[in-house]
């Protein structure tokens, strides 16, 4: 049976290695000019941005986990967990400018030079990210690898810490519900467009193309983006509500299913190419159900946080 | 109100609050925020297309959408009114709960007005849009964002039903 802490030491290696193998694969592409290369190298950063999230998570669970042994240095965990996050942020910056510049090529059925420009820069950010906090995280249990009286360097803003958002979060009593409005506000933002786009594919509305109603999936990716920055605040101000929670299991799990398939609508050929007065095909429908049924999963899940689980 | 107050203190109510069933209390929730979901989401998203936003899709076949918004506003409802009663002393002293209702009774008269002013018109997808239709779909998303906000400060407003803290 494997534990949180093993569960982080194996996906620790996905955000990155993942950005190193999409950033090659993304420059390969252009070098070659390859644009099909080039969109499923924003594909890899879209799901090694998915990866990052339980990455990140089982860390978080780590580190509590860690805190009881009285071996380990705290402040070292301290320092991974800041560069984890910073890295993540931009890791998530960087899947989601990937994915706009995924759903911008299905508008002009060309890839724009200004977002594989901001893909790569953000990229290569959090490359160095990445890399600067595994080498922190591996310094966690082998300090053997730290030159002698040497730290690892921190690009770390003060304002941009596990500890400051903790305290940000927990004495302003103002923030707490401001993130939940706003967490709500994202989520129908979010499933509002995904009952829209998904109906249209089950064949509620038929009388416009599937690309008619891809125009509104960055109001999606606006609520989920606003919804993991605010779920991360949270999780960073009070861990111990989610970490041991298996109601926060189990959302995040179904969350992961659910953004791969948000992707599948940009990424894949068959939805874009149903026209007006065209039926779905049978897998696009199939994809339609699931996508309602895993984000009403996700809704479910956060709202039982409580009662299934031990938050609040 | 005293009527309601008194619902509250019953057993089914009480069982309702307190017993820490799946079935109670957090399912009428996780079916009121569903509700909030389909209601305001998909009334966003078509207040959206009126301001602009995706405007490939024709407006006159989105009235589709309309009995699912109308069956979330039931669902929301029903599961709102429990809740209600569940915590009726509270709830009812506490002034966002006004504003929040006040919030949905406009965004309600709202939507009928966009039925009725713009989704009625024949001409909807051939002449361009009236300032009215704009100004319409601009105040729904405002009162929606009004009803969802007032409706979670419900929540760290005075002690809240269902947990036992």
């Keep these: 049976m494997m534990n949180v802490p093993h569960l982080h030491l194996i996906l620790n290696h996905v955000p990155t290695i993942g950005t190193a193998v999409a950033v090659g694969l993304l420059l390969l592409s252009l070098l070659r000019r390859n644009t099909e290369l080039t969109r499923v190298s924003l594909e890899v950063f ?7 999230l339980p990455a990140y998570l089982s860390g978080v669970a780590s580190g509590m986990a860690l805190q009881q042994m009285p071996e380990v240095n705290a402040a070292v965990i301290a320092r991974h967990h800041d560069g984890a996050l910073q890295s993540s942020l931009f890791m998530l910056l960087t899947g989601a400018v990937a994915w706009l510049g995924l759903w911008h090529f299905r508008r002009v059925a060309r890839l724009s030079n200004l977002y594989i420009t901001i893909v790569v820069v953000l990229s290569l950010l959090t490359f160095g990210g990445m890399a600067t ?10 300090p053997e690898i730290l030159a002698e009286g040497a730290t690892a360097p921190t690009a770390a803003p003060a304002w941009l810490t596990a ?6 979060v927990l004495d302003n009593t103002w923030v707490w519900p401001s993130l939940e409005a706003l967490h709500f506000i994202g989520l129908w933002l979010l499933f509002g467009t995904i009952l829209i786009v998904n109906l249209r594919m089950l064949g509620l509305v038929t009388i416009a193309p599937f690309s008619a ?5 960055p109001w999606a990716a606006l609520g989920l983006g606003i919804n993991l920055v605010t779920g991360m ?11 041991t929670n298996v109601s926060f299991f189990w959302k995040m799990g179904l969350l ?13 050929e068959q939805p874009w190419s149903i026209g007006a007065n065209e039926k779905a095909p049978a897998f696009s429908k199939v994809m339609a159900v699931s996508a309602i049924a895993l984000w009403i999963g996700v ?6 946080l409580p009662f299934i689980g031990n938050a609040f | 109100m005293d009527f309601i107050i008194r619902l509250q203190h019953t057993a089914v109510m009480d069982w309702f609050r307190e017993s820490g069933s799946l079935v109670g209390y957090p399912a009428v929730l996780f079916l009121h925020t569903l509700g909030l979901a389909a209601v305001a989401g998909i009334s966003a998203i078509i207040n959206l297309r009126l301001l602009g936003v995706a405007s490939r899709i024709p407006l006159a076949p989105l009235t589709r959408f309309f009995p699912i918004i109308w069956a979330g506003f039931w669902v929301s409802a029903l599961s709102g009114t429990i809740l209600l009663i569940a915590d009726a002393e509270q709830k009812l002293r506490t002034p966002v709960f006004w504003v929040k209702m006040i919030f949905i009774v406009l965004a309600l008269v709202n939507m009928q007005l966009l039925r009725r002013r713009v989704f009625a018109d024949p001409q909807l997808d ?4 009236s300032s009215q239709a704009r100004l319409l779909a601009a105040t729904s998303l405002i009162f929606w964002v009004g009803a969802t906000t007032a409706g979670r400060l419900m929540a760290y407003i005075g002690p809240v039903a269902g947990l036992s803290s």
Aim: glycine fraction near 8%; aromatic fraction near 12%.
């Design chain 1, 233 to 243: 605040c949270w999780v960073i101000a009070t861990p111990e509500q989610y970490m």
């Design chain 2, 126 to 129: 051939t002449q361009p849009l």
């Design chain 1, 299 to 304: 809704m479910y899940f956060g709202r039982m």
């Design chain 1, 46 to 52: 879209c799901v090694v941005a998915l990866l990052t």
């Design chain 1, 256 to 268: 992961l299913l659910a953004g791969a398939n948000l992707l599948y609508l940009t990424g894949f």
């Design chain 1, 163 to 168: 500890v400051s958002i903790q305290r940000l």
């Design chain 1, 133 to 142: 906090t595994a080498t922190m995280g591996g310094e966690i249990r082998h």
């Design chain 1, 213 to 217: 109603f891809h125009r509104l999936l």
